[in-house]
């Protein structure tokens, strides 16, 4: 790539002018984005100085079809050429928008029948929230309004999505959570497990945890429960044995409907079009975005079930119109780059490679550090996963997070020209690179984690390889 770019500028303006989101402020505003990215090819970008690294973590767990695709563009141009917009309010609507729920609903549970379209993963989250909250208010029921979602858990940055995300940091200076928003155990089996229980007596016990928890609030008031089938940014926390058939015991019993948030492990991520398919889960609803679109155009894709449709479609004569709807919920833009992104990832078998290719790093990852004095655990399934960074592995310490390891692991592994991910909570380093990926990239992958990672712990100083015992 030639340098047309001027970079010092563009960092200088930038600092100037943009309130960067999930950054530390000053940090951005002193010294400028850290890298200004240009172009992109496969799993690869570069950046404005020509530098090209391998996207690990396929932007933000969404470029499943790879980088620069003009397929993509063509499908844009031609929606916007044609008609550019209208929306798909009081029963307008597209051929682009009827044709991608047509094909999402092909790949559905049966017992799923309506999709709402719209343009991020939180608003996903956020319009099923308020459905619930309608169709128990249509059900009799309006008190039955609380959500519970898990500890460490990510669903999104609006006002009732960033309650539900159990980080602390969406919440302080926010005065979040909302009321109606309660937190149960994080399933981690590797970190929160009492010594000695099994997978199967750790999910077990979570169950009964979010059981009490809901009879300590009043199953009355509790309208919905609302997980990932594997915990993406809380630390790709793969579910334990039995922990969503004990789950969904619960939920069942106190009529507790599931909202699936799917946002990062749908469309093939986990080498299943979808993440519930993995764990037999009867979601009632389902969130999507991310790969809906490989993050080409902002969409979301929201899914309720054919029980909840039906009181909806009961209520309109009391209610009238179901007001609730996004200037650019059924975008004809974004549905056929939605099209278009599906044909792809159907076309180039890139479900089935996110499973092959994703054994074969899981592999080469567990070679690799299954016994490194400082990774914990390998997790994850198809192409999404992360390392558990521990400062003492046989002890099961972890290090103190005041030391910020895993983002100075992420730095290091960049310098040796790949992306991967800090989760700072879970003191995880995090995967998910696009689903194009092929075992020669993957290669690549683990060589540079394996650097950056053995770099990083050959210049730690003795108080930071203390760590902190659990
Ligand atoms: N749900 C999950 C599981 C996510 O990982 C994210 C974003 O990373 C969201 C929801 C929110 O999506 P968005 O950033 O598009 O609002």
Known sequence: MSTLYDTEHLKRSDAANILHPASVVADVSNNGPARIFVEGKGAFI??????????????????????????IGDAMKAASDQMGYFHTFAGASNPAQIGLAEKLMAKMPDHITKVFFGSSGSDANDTLMKI?????????????????????????????TASLTGLASFHRNFGLPIPEVKHTSLPHYYREAKPGETEEQFSARLANELE????????????AFIAEPIMGAGGVITPPKGYFKAVQAVLKKHDI????????????????????????????MIATAKGLTSGYFPMSAAFISDDIWKVLHDGSATLGAFAHGFTYSGHPVGAAVALANLAIIEG????ANSAETGAYLHAQLNDTFGHHAHIGEVRGVGLLGALQLMADRDTKTGFDLKHKIAARCAAAIGNHGVIVRPLPTADSLAFSPPLTLDRGEANQMV?????????????????ERKGMAA
Not at 134 to 150: T, V
Not at 447 to 463: C, R
């Open 447 to 463: 060589d540079a984690i394996k650097k950056g990672i053995d770099q990083v712990m050959g210049e730690l100083s003795a108080d």
């Open 132 to 160: 619930v909250w309608y169709y128990n208010g249509l059900r009799g029921k309006p008190e039955k309004r609380k959500i519970i979602a898990r500890k460490q858990a990510y669903h999104g940055t609006t006002i009732a």
């Open 257 to 284: 409907l599931f909202i699936c948030d799917e946002v990062v492990c749908g469309y093939g991520r986990t080498g299943h079009w979808f993440g519930h398919q993995l764990y037999d889960i009867r979601p009632d």
């Open 46 to 71: 570069t950046d404005t100085d020509g530098n090209r690294m391998l996207d690990g973590v396929g932007g933000l767990w969404c470029m499943n079809i790879g980088y620069g695709r003009t397929e």
């Open 348 to 351: 180039e078998n890139l479900v």
């Open 212 to 223: 009490s928890l809901i009879i300590a609030e009043g199953p009355e008031t509790v309208g």
